[in-house]
């Protein structure tokens, strides 16, 4: 598959619960991102990572996590999240530089009940 | 800071009427500056950048730094330019980062 691709695509969890969010992609890019796009905001920046190493994050709450095994593969990490959390959070990549240039997923949906 | 403001939540048009997109944008060094668009049930997608000064279906947008402005504008709209239209910003001081408005909704009527 090309592009960039995100599981799961929905995801309803409560309070308490540990999960992840996936995404990889296949356009040979060396930089990945984590944003988040809720109803009421602008999309967010959560988390950069430029050739496997994070590079911003925006003071964004641990209980987001990010990891990033390698160049074509990032996770986010979720525990313990809040109503409020509740929103679609899309990955993204690009060559290491044209950061202007984001090739996006379809975003994972998330529910916090 | 950089911020990129859109002021309309929501523009509607009917098909073939000229159709405008603001942007403004608050930067302290020279910007990039790129419009992006989420059409129904698709994923966001780079739509055109100010760098490239190319018309992408029919659109086009003039970087103006007197006025730090961005504005898209397609003379004729047509219905499948119904989409979220989002202006974004990338600039060194804040590491190349893109920032976002917080989008447009184009809505064409037949």
């Known amino acids: 598959e090309t592009g960039v691709t995100q599981t799961p695509r929905h995801l309803v969890m409560g309070m308490t619960n540990k999960k992840s969010l996936k995404c990889e992609q296949h356009?040979?890019?060396?930089?990945m991102y984590w944003y988040k796009q809720s109803a009421k905001k602008p999309l967010e920046l959560m988390f950069v990572?430029?050739?496997?190493?994070?590079?911003e994050n925006n003071s964004v709450p641990s209980r987001f996590s990010p990891e990033c095994p390698n160049s074509s593969h990032l996770f986010l990490h979720l525990h313990t999240l809040q109503p409020e959390d509740s929103a679609l959070y899309l990955c993204?990549?690009?060559?290491?530089?044209?950061?202007?240039?984001?090739?996006f997923g379809e975003g994972s949906r998330l529910t916090v009940l | 800071a950089q911020r990129v403001t859109q002021p309309e939540k929501l523009l509607s048009v009917f098909k073939g009427a000229p159709v405008e997109l603001k942007c403004n944008y608050s930067?302290?060094?020279?910007?990039?500056l790129f419009w992006y668009v989420q059409y129904s049930r698709q994923r966001l997608q780079l739509l055109l950048r100010?760098?490239s000064r190319e018309s992408i279906k029919g659109f086009t947008a003039d970087l103006n730094k007197g006025e730090t402005s961005f504005h898209l504008k397609k003379p004729f709209a047509q219905e499948e330019d119904s989409a979220m239209y989002y202006c974004?910003?990338?600039?060194?001081?804040?590491?190349?980062?893109?920032?976002f408005g917080g989008g447009t909704r184009l809505m064409v009527k037949p």
């Open positions: 990572y430029s050739l496997e190493e994070r590079v």
């Open positions: 930067y302290s060094g020279s910007p990039e």
């Open positions: 974004a910003l990338s600039g060194t001081a804040a590491g190349n980062m893109l920032t």
């Open positions: 356009l040979g890019h060396n930089a």
């Open positions: 993204a990549s690009s060559h290491d530089g044209r950061a202007g240039e984001l090739f």
């Open positions: 100010h760098i």
